[in-house]
């Protein structure tokens, strides 16, 4: 019935010519759980077989314009990152319990510094691995040592937001990620990791 609908949080609905809304309710970090797989016949897919990962909800940065991922975290549109440690869990649990060493990290942006902190953990414990994932064009990501770590740790592809050189509209959708995007893509060419 219509008059339980105020119940259910982040509804909305048309009552009688009416627009209503419910209350707002943004989930909490502690309502996530990885992603299991269990039961899914994983080797029976076509294409080059990987799992999902995920190290953060949200984007860090989270204030482009025209952006839909704000919208979907809550306020300012980031719940935070993952431990280094729990990350590498999902990675280690993926081996065990699929065989699989192939991963994409699902996040809407990684942050530099965390999957820094997760190279260093993949590499001090000895996973082989690969693993891609959703970057911003942030001069970060070119510290030094941070992409052989990287490439060492297994990263194999970035996928970057080129949908607008360095110009003024780039500026005026508010992406405020300064490095060089030509010098961006041949750094990341010459330490072997792919771009898309």
Known sequence: PRSE???VPNLIWRDEGEIRSSAVQFLTP????????RGFRLKDYWGVPFLTAIASRGCYYGRCSFCAIPYGWGKRGFLGNDKPAAIVKQFETGIARH???RFKLVDEALHPGLISRVADLVIDRGLDIEF??????DQSWLAPGLLTR??????????LGLEIASSQNR???NKSDRADQ????LTLAEHGILAH
């Open 182 to 185: 030509a010098g961006f893509l």
């Open 132 to 137: 891609e994932g959703y970057a911003r064009l």
């Open 150 to 159: 990287l490439r060492k740790a297994g990263l194999k592809k970035l996928y």
């Open 5 to 7: 609908w105020s119940a």
């Open 171 to 173: 500026i005026l959708l």
């Open 30 to 37: 502690e309502q996530f759980s990885n992603p299991d797989f």
């Open 99 to 101: 065989g699989m060493r």
